[in-house]
């Protein structure tokens, strides 16, 4: 067991969760938006406020034509040659071994360590959460078209809380599309006001869970009654754009993906940034803590943002 | 083998499918719309050219809500008292014995006996076929929110064809929604003008392909260069509307459906009507012909249509 596993004592857990004896429904204790508003605020309040309200917020064309071909191609080039990186960040198709999702997305390649650091993805997120910021995880999803698979409703707070030790609701996920998503090829799907609830899952965390969850997730999901539940109150709605357009969303706002038998392809670029001051501590729900490259611990420092064109 | 499936040497087959060395497009050799219009037709003439255009058209608010209510309550009543009911018609869940599905509907009950030969969805489906009609099958779908599974593009006249002995297209399928059906809970999606184009399957059919077809279907489905191929082409529209929509599709009308993880079951009601004319030979690519809940033989008379409410 490494040291960041160690729990000490008195660390205080303010959302419990992997019990064996049943699920609960818990309120939120933290903001989510934690900035007040400013004049020069990277957000017009209209985009705060909805982002407070429903959990999410859709950027679109904020990148050029260029831009998102860069982007594309970059993406097509770590796909086309993996045997240049880690071996660990990838998964793959067990028949033809095609790249389906690589981790460390911004360690292993410079054009999307550039688009991490971009003012007009990352500044928005920062006046957000009102702290410096970590990228906390990154990775590059491609699903094919015509056999894509489902992804199932889960809040990623839970899991991040659970298995890596995120302490607090103080992180966003950032997905970038880098193919066109409409209703039909299997959209990021949301409920919105669901990131004001947390749902304390029952079932008690297998050890190297991640091994089988990244592939269907079993324990850390919410119950039938629970998701109808939920569905009934908040309704759902789903984020579809053209390529380039950017999906911000808390981290405990419940999400899923149907699957996709239209032959087009869906593929994304996803960072998710941490607070810095939320920094991983010892897992809260299971016994070891996650590979680094699902959670990074102990991070250097702040991410620098930067302007300008990527290319 | 039955006498309905000793093939006459000088049957003529204009689809030929299911042959080994491969897939081919073969141009339609029917009329989609079989009429001419008319004054006084039951479809306004924009209604024919959609139909004609794209292979389906949808058909709103044709049913009062009385009637609709009634629909809903007879589809609860059979599903949850099965036991009435031909178990050979049935196809339920392994686990729970849930049903799913009810074939021979208009066979086991008055109420969506009566709905097949209502003249609001018979009509108009006489009209386009322009023949008197019959009920060459018919089912009462159901599918469960969260795990509704996928449903594979495929040609219904493909199978009706190779497996029935269906000479020609001249069939259409009603589907009456019994629930809410939007872009998000897996609705039908079609590729409109894919009617035109005959998809000749590769592979020989398997004995009793049925009994594993209906589950997933691995005979008789184009491969993934013609789907990509047909949805550059065609596009992909996707027929949702509140319960009581009724959508029209011809029967050679590339269609499928996602899966659906949201927790909104879906449920219709499906009638395929064939050409009088257009009776069942021997098949055409198998060696006997499916069962009578699947494709029925020998149809006593036409249909005849009923006007007035549905109770």
């Known amino acids: 067991m490494s040291s960041a596993a160690i729990k000490p004592i008195e660390q205080e857990d303010h959302y419990v969760t992997r019990l064996t004896d049943g699920e609960s429904w818990v309120e939120r204790k933290d903001p989510v938006v934690w900035s007040e508003w400013r004049p020069g605020a990277p957000l017009a309040t209209d985009q705060v406020e909805k982002f407070q309200r429903d959990g999410f917020l859709i950027l679109e064309k904020i990148f050029l034509p260029g831009e998102i071909d860069a982007l594309v191609e970059e993406s097509a080039r770590l796909r086309s040659d993996s045997t240049k990186l880690s071996q660990e960040s990838l998964v793959t198709e067990p028949d033809t071994n095609d790249v389906r999702t690589i981790f460390d997305l911004d360690l292993q390649?410079?054009?999307?360590?550039?688009?991490?650091?971009d003012v007009r993805i990352a500044e928005p997120v920062r006046f957000l959460l009102d702290d410096e910021i970590y990228v906390h995880q990154s990775r590059l999803n491609y699903k094919p078209?015509?056999?894509?698979?489902e992804f199932y409703?889960?809040?990623?707070?839970?899991?991040?809380?659970a298995e890596d030790g995120m302490p607090r609701m103080r992180a966003i996920s950032a997905s970038v599309l880098l193919t066109d998503n409409d209703a039909l090829n299997g959209p990021l799907m949301l409920m919105p006001g669901s990131q004001n609830t947390f749902v304390s899952c029952a079932g008690k965390t297998p050890e190297d869970n991640h091994k089988s969850s990244l592939k269907k997730q079993e324990v850390g999901v919410?119950?039938?009654?629970?998701?109808?539940?939920?569905?009934?109150k908040h309704g759902i709605e789903y984020a579809a754009?053209?390529?380039?357009?950017?999906i911000l969303f808390d981290c405990?706002?419940?999400?899923?993906?149907?699957?996709?038998i239209t032959p087009f392809p869906r593929s994304n670029a996803f960072f998710v940034y941490n607070a810095w001051s939320n920094q991983l501590e010892a897992p809260f729900g299971a016994e070891k803590p996650r590979p680094?490259?699902?959670a990074r611990r102990q991070p250097k420092q702040p991410l620098t943002l930067r302007e300008g064109h990527i290319e």
Request: proline share 2%; charged share 20%; aromatic share 10%.
């Open 222 to 232: 919410p119950s039938a009654e629970t998701l109808s539940k939920m569905a009934q």
């Open 109 to 117: 390649s410079e054009v999307f360590s550039r688009l991490a650091e």
């Open 252 to 260: 405990n706002t419940m999400h899923g993906s149907n699957g996709n």
């Open 292 to 294: 680094n490259f699902l």
């Open 145 to 149: 078209g015509l056999t894509g698979k």
């Open 241 to 246: 754009g053209k390529k380039g357009t950017v």
């Open 153 to 161: 409703w889960h809040s990623d707070f839970e899991t991040w809380h």
